[in-house]
Structures are given as structure tokens and as C-alpha cells.
């Protein structure tokens, strides 16, 4: 068994106190920024339900392929952060600043050709997601503005991985906010028509969402320009380093393994959202407005993820599998606490929440219904979260894809295709999908976290 010895420079553990802190001050910054992005997306949708039902349904059809777009970004990212804290276990310094600039080179490449070929074919896109003649033309033009300049966005997010990597999530935090806040104020500019500016309706809102992440270029970039920061495009050109074929490997390696995740789980969640929108406006309204109480529990999970990426990579790379369990165990603890808090929150307050978009009986009926069954799936969706970080933060991706194959690929969309189409259960059968896929999916990441080869490997 490998002895660790517990001084704090090199990031061994003296408490569990001190455990909770060093999880805390990663884990709660990157909770923070991922909410803001949530709220940014909740507000966009009260600013849009300006517009009727109906202009929600259509900003949210095009969720689904964007974010199947991006899914290739997000392995990159998942890529990055993993490699960049395994290098810092590691004290490899060149290492961990060869990985951004691979990162953005990827990105840059990347996201100008699939930015093209989105806003040509954004209306077999749209056709193929919805194909609902009252928002086609306003999600066909959503879709290809926002996608058209959403170059902006990967990169800012490429330069937000390693510094998660690095466990600098207060840094990550201040580019969110710098984003989310353009975002909405743009928003109420450009939707209706603000202090002299058009009323520009869905096309206002796409702009909006443009500026915000081009904002939120100049502090992400002005970060990795300083001298002193570890992650740091100066120290690159000053100390001349270059992608190696070794480091360009282990990056490749992990990237289409994770990418293979991300792709065919974003398959799944296509397909769910294909057979959604076809349920009608209304549901897939009721729906869109739902997943944003998910996607808020998300962003606590997403949070505490990257403590256990940073923390178990940062373990694993120096081989301290003691730090590596104790780190893991308290951030899922942690992190299931503030969830079943967070699911409190959501029933207690679900009518003013959907209210707030539509005074229609009906619609905050079927939103409070929502509301409990998202009060049961949040702490499930966080635990799977935190347990699927840990073992992407050791490099164990092939369990990852897996878990994701079976689980949303194949469970959720055969469950959401019985229960929406063959059962007619509409919305209910939406729900059902996601229960029971995100269930699956817990169970099976938890119990490989609990046998893994790879935490026993390190006390050889």
C-alpha cells in the first residue's frame, strides 16, 4: 500500500475539514457559474414566452442538435480538464500548457467547419428535430445564428477546461458571469425593443446569445496571457512549447473515447427530444420549461464534477489512491446533500416557477406534476454526474461510454418511443424516460467506481 505523507503542498489530505474545503472552493464557484448559465437560459425563456408558447417551443427544438453539435466540444474539454490534473499529480508543467494549446487548435479547426456546415443545413436540421409548421422558420433562424457564431463559445470554453483542470474554478466563474450578464442584457434590448434598439423577437434572442459568449472571450484569454498563471499561453511562447507526439496521443486516446460518450449519449437525448417535440408545442413547452429545473440541479452536479476531475485526476497522477477514495467518497456525500436540498426547493416552489411563464391552467398544472417527478430525478442526476467525473478524472472512459450507450442511447430512447408514441402517454412518457435512464445509469457507474481495477492498480 503506497504511504502518503500529509503535506499540503502537494495536496495530500490532513481532514476531513480540510477535504470539505479543498472540494468547497472548487466544487462551489464552478456550482456558481453553472448556474448563472442556467438562470441566463431561464431568463432568455421568460424573455422569449413574450412571444407565445409557441416561440418557446422553437428556441428549444434547437437544443438538442446544438447540443449534439457540441458534444464533440464537450469530449475535447472533458479531454482537457482530466489530462491537465493528471499532469499537475504529475508536476509536469509543459505537459499540462501543451494540452490547452492542442485543446485550441482542435476547437478553432473544428468548430469553424461544423459552424458552416450548421448554418447550411439548419433546415433539414430543423425538419428532421420538429418539423412543426408553427416554429420551423423561427428555429431554423435561432438555430443558425446562434450556431453561425458559436466559434466564440468554443473557444472561451476550451481556455475554462484547463483552468478547471488546475482547479481554478473562481476564474471560470468570472467569464460566466461576464457572459451570462451580456447575454441578458442583450436580451431585453433586442427581443422587444429596448432604449432605441429594434425589436428583433427570436432573432433578437439568438444575437444576444452570440454577444454574450464573444464577451466573455477577453477575460478568459486575458487569464492564460498572464506570465505567472501555470496554465499560461506567454509561458508557451517564452519557453517554446510544443505539441509532442506522446502528449498528442494521450489527448487523442482520451478524447475519442470520451467523444464517444458524449456523441452517443447526445443520440439518445436527440431522439428523446425528436419524439418531444412531436408530442405538440404544448408539451414540448411544459417540457423545456421542466428541464430547466434539471438543468439547475445539473449545474450542482456539474460543480462538484469538476472537484472529483480535478481532485481524483490530481490523485490518481501522483498515485495517492487514499486521497484519491477520500476525495471521491465526501464530494458524492456533498454533493447529494445539496441536491435533495436543491429537489425541496423545486416542489416547494413549482406553481409561481411555471407561473412565471404562462398564466395557462393547464400549463402550471402539468408543470407542478413535472416538478415532483424532477424533485425525485435531481439527486439520482447528481449522483451519476459526480460518479461518472471520478471515473473520467482516473482515465477510465470505456466504462463511461458504456454506461452511456446502454442507459440514454438505448433505455431512454426506447422508453420515451413506448410511453410518448405507442402509449400516448405524452409528457409522462418523456418523464418516465429519464427516470429510469438516469437510474440505470447511477447504479452502474457506482457500483464500477466501487470495484475499479484502476484505484486497486495504484497500491501495487
Known sequence: MSNNNNN???GSVHSPRSIQREILSIGIPSVIETLFITMSAIINSKM????????ISAVSVTNQPRLFVFSVFFAIYTAESSLTARY???????????????????VLVLGIILGILCVIFAEPIMKICSNQPDTMESSVLYFRI??????????????NASLRGIGKT?????????????????????IEGHFGFPALGIKGAAIATVLGTAAALFPSFGFVMKRDSYISLNYCITNKIKVTAACF???WDMWKKVASEFILTRIGILFSGIIAARSGSFDMSVYSIGMHLLNINYAIGSGFQSSAIALAGRSYGSKKPDDLKMYSNETVRIGLIVSIISSAIFILFSKPYFGFF??????????????????????????QIIYNGILQGIGDVKFTLFAAVVSVTIINTMICYIGTILLGCGIWGIWAAVFVSQTARMFMLRNRYRKNKRIGDLYE
Open 8 to 10: 499540503a503542498g502537494d
Open 48 to 55: 422569449v414566452s413574450s412571444l407565445g408558447i409557441s416561440a
Open 88 to 106: 499537475i499529480g504529475r508536476k509536469d508543467r509543459d505537459n499540462a500548457n501543451r494540452v490547452l494549446l492542442m485543446s485550441l487548435a482542435w
Open 146 to 159: 446562434v450556431m453561425g457564431g458559436m466559434l466564440f463559445n468554443l473557444l472561451f470554453m476550451a481556455v
Open 170 to 190: 473562481k476564474l471560470t466563474l468570472i467569464t460566466n458571469v461576464v457572459s451570462c450578464l451580456v447575454n441578458i442584457i442583450f436580451d431585453y434590448f433586442l
Open 249 to 251: 496521443k494521450e489527448m
Open 358 to 383: 404562462s398564466p395557462d391552467t393547464k400549463f402550471v398544472f402539468y408543470g407542478v406534476i413535472s416538478s415532483w417527478i424532477i424533485g425525485v430525478i435531481a439527486p439520482i442526476q447528481t449522483l
